[in-house]
């Protein structure tokens, strides 16, 4: 059984650089096709998308953060990390790591987060 | 990006009752729509994979139908256990997009 928990500092100062790092346990990080995503939801709102990235390598960032957002891995850690620079007050989220599972459909790959971790709060005041 | 939205943002049901929620993507998706529930304090958990196919686990009192632009997440006979928020999201192009919830409560 795939578990993903997420880990790093739960207050960032307005401006500077929110690091979060996700830990993948229950198999290989690098084992199947697969995505591994940071998701994040603000308070009493809902679910955003931030980016995602393969063991191989590719990434793809929503729009919206590509300009600030960095997400990296460390196969040898079984470990992936988001870096989102120049913060402020609306990055104040839970934010939650997730695997995209994929499964084949009339030829056609079909993403979905099969695994999740458990979410960490992540305050941006000074 | 694709816009995605539900309908309604909240609904009163009891249990036992039969519920539908739909989502509409503001182009056409084709079957590339999941489902998730989620309970307060807890992360999201996939119910439904492209379009109609119940993930491992979930009861099947869940089901999931549409292709296109129209999607619909039915709950059979609403259990106590399934008072939660519910989100459709669609993975036919990034940046993945969620829809923005529907609340189910007890009437």
């Known amino acids: 059984q795939v578990q993903l928990q997420e880990s790093g500092p739960g207050l960032v100062k307005p401006s500077q650089t929110l690091s979060l790092t996700c830990t993948v346990s229950?198999?290989?990080?690098?084992?199947?096709?697969?995505?591994w995503s940071w998701i994040r939801q603000p308070a009493g709102k809902g679910l955003e998308w931030i980016g995602r990235?393969?063991?191989?390598?590719?990434?793809n960032y929503n729009p919206s953060l590509k300009s600030r957002v960095t997400i990296s891995i460390d196969t040898s850690k079984n470990q992936f990390s988001l870096k989102l620079t120049s913060v402020t007050a609306a990055d104040t989220a839970v934010y939650y790591c997730?695997?995209?599972?994929?499964?084949?459909?009339?030829?056609?790959?079909?993403?979905?987060?099969?695994?999740w971790g458990q979410g960490t709060l992540v305050t941006v005041s000074s | 990006d694709i816009q995605m939205t539900q309908s309604p943002s909240s609904l009163s049901a009891s249990v036992g009752d039969r519920v539908t929620i739909t989502c509409r993507s503001s182009q056409t998706i084709s079957s590339y729509l999941n489902w998730y529930q989620q309970k307060p304090g807890k992360a999201p958990r996939l119910l439904i994979y492209?379009?109609?196919n119940l993930q491992s686990g979930v009861p099947s009192r869940f089901s999931g139908s549409g292709s296109g632009t129209d999607f619909t997440l039915t709950i059979s006979s609403l259990q106590p256990e399934d008072f939660a928020t519910y989100y459709c999201q669609q993975n036919y192009n990034t940046p993945w997009t969620f829809g923005q919830g529907t609340k189910v409560e007890i009437k």
């Open positions: 492209a379009a109609s």
């Open positions: 990235l393969s063991t191989s390598g590719s990434t």
């Open positions: 997730a695997r995209d599972g994929i499964t084949m459909v009339r030829g056609a790959a079909n993403y979905y987060f099969d695994y």
């Open positions: 229950g198999g290989s990080i690098s084992s199947g096709s697969y995505y």
